[in-house]
Nanobody, 122 residues
Framework: QVQFVESGGGLVQPGGSLRLSCTPSGFTWGPYCIGWFRQAPGKEREGVSCINGEGNTYYADSVKGRFTISRDIAENTVYLQMDNLKPEDTAVYYC????????????????WGQGTQVTVSS
């Protein structure tokens, strides 16, 4: 069972930046993805971004060009740099692991963090 230490998030004005971090324990890098989903009130959960053991990345169209996912293998930590944030980015962001298809909605992710709130508002 993978457990997560998540940090980051908070309140930021439109156009601002935040960085999320996620450190999974019990996770083995390989073909599996680790990254973030988000869910806003009244909306469906959305796969935001993930990165796999080969360094391949995925981004939802809604965040391409604004969000950057990266990893520090030595620290076993994944980061999501979120720039030019918009009010529509407001959501609870969940770190998760699973098959890359989970971020496309084909399968369920395997493990979930507790989530962190991101609020973009003036």
């Amino acid at each position: 069972q993978v457990q997560f230490v998540e940090s980051g998030g908070g309140l930021v004005q439109p156009g601002g930046s935040l960085r999320l971090s996620c450190t999974p324990s019990g996770f083995t890098w390989g073909p599996y993805c680790i990254g973030w989903f988000r869910q806003a009130p009244g909306k469906e959960r959305e796969g935001v971004s993930c990165i796999n053991g080969e360094g391949n990345t995925y981004y939802a169209d809604s965040v391409k060009g604004r969000f950057t996912i990266s990893r520090d293998i030595a620290e076993n930590t994944v980061y999501l740099q979120m720039d030019n944030l918009k009010p529509e980015d407001t959501a609870v962001y969940y770190c998760a692991t699973g098959d890359g298809g989970a971020w496309l909605g084909y399968v369920e992710a395997d493990n979930w963090g507790q989530g962190t709130q991101v609020t973009v508002s003036s």
